[in-house]
T-cell receptor
Framework: AQTVTQSQPEMSVQEAETVTLSCTYD???????LFWYKQPPSRQMILVIR??????QNATENRFSVNFQKAAKSFSLKISDSQLGDAAMYFC????????????FGGGTRLMVKP | DTGVSQNPRHKITKRGQNVTFRCDPI?????LYWYRQTLGQGPEFLTY????????KSRLLSDRFSAERPKGSFSTLEIQRTEQGDSAMYLC????????????FGNGTRLTVT
């Protein structure tokens, strides 16, 4: 079974600084997708960024980028120029190609942004 | 795009009662999912539909739980004889029919069983 582990229950960052959230996963598959989702307090979960396992280039979406290390099964999220609106729970998620969209989520990291 | 809509937002019920939640997905999405999220944890998969067909059910979905998606549109999740352990946020999500399509989540229904 696939597992996703987020070892940092909470992180804090000063506004305008950079923070990195960690995620590791366990799989024997070679073809899969990885995602980071953001869940603000009392609001719906939204997709931040996604990475295809067969692509070596790290995905980037504006201030959000990932460091994907396939051999190490590591998928960290870097948030640059942190903003107050970035404060939320962040979930790392994994899906293998034939899984019918059954995402496996990590336990989440609560990010606090200090003004 | 009106997004995924879930009703009610909150439900408080007494142990042993039945409850039903509704999810209206994004109209062009043919896949619909139910997840359960307990406080401080990541969402756990319960079940998903492709159109009206329920294609997968998690072992978390005991026989007290039933989900339907008539005509491949909205979906309902019913919990019979609720237990305190059923207290959680129930999330609905929808997506297009590709495995790498992102899930669009609703705001969830928070169930409290007293």
């Amino acid at each position: 079974a696939q597992t996703v582990t987020q070892s940092q229950p909470e992180m804090s960052v000063q506004e305008a600084e950079t923070v990195t959230l960690s995620c590791t996963y366990d799989t024997s598959e070679s073809d899969y997708y990885l995602f980071w989702y953001k869940q603000p307090p009392s609001r719906q979960m939204i997709l931040v960024i996604r990475q295809e396992a067969y692509k070596q280039q790290n995905a980037t979406e504006n201030r959000f980028s990932v460091n994907f290390q396939k051999a190490a099964k590591s998928f960290s999220l870097k948030i640059s120029d942190s903003q107050l609106g970035d404060a939320a729970m962040y979930f790392c998620a994994y899906i293998r190609r034939d899984a019918g969209n059954m995402l496996t989520f990590g336990g989440g990291t609560r990010l606090m942004v200090k003004p | 795009d009106t997004g995924v809509s879930q009703n009610p937002r909150h439900k408080i019920t007494k142990r042993g009662q039945n409850v039903t939640f509704r999810c209206d997905p994004i109209s062009e999405h043919n896949r619909l999912y139910w997840y359960r999220q307990t406080l401080g944890q990541g969402p756990e998969f319960l079940t998903y539909f492709q159109n009206e067909a329920q294609l997968e059910k998690s072992r978390l979905l005991s026989d007290r739980f039933s989900a339907e998606r008539p005509k491949g549109s909205f979906s309902t999740l019913e919990i019979q004889r609720t237990e305190q352990g059923d207290s959680a946020m129930y999330l609905c999500a929808s997506s297009l029919g590709r495995y790498n399509s992102p899930l669009h989540f609703g705001n969830g229904t928070r169930l409290t069983v007293t």
